[in-house]
């Protein structure tokens, strides 16, 4: 985390509540073990035009 917000000029504590809120709201979530796994981006259905809902 150190080197995200060393990158983006944020404190850690930013880096973490952001990273807090992606995962309760799933938009990231967990692949591979805890040790040499990683984070993926969840991606979000295309919105239907008519209404600006999701299709799902």
């Known amino acids: 985390m150190m080197q995200l917000s060393k990158l983006l000029a ?6 973490k509540r952001d990273l807090q ?21 969840v991606p979000t259905p295309p919105k239907d035009e008519e209404n600006g809902f999701h299709s799902t």
């Open 10 to 15: 944020v404190s850690d504590k930013t880096i």
């Open 21 to 41: 809120f992606l995962k309760e709201n799933n938009l990231i979530k967990r692949v591979g073990a805890n040790k040499n796994g990683c984070w993926k981006i």
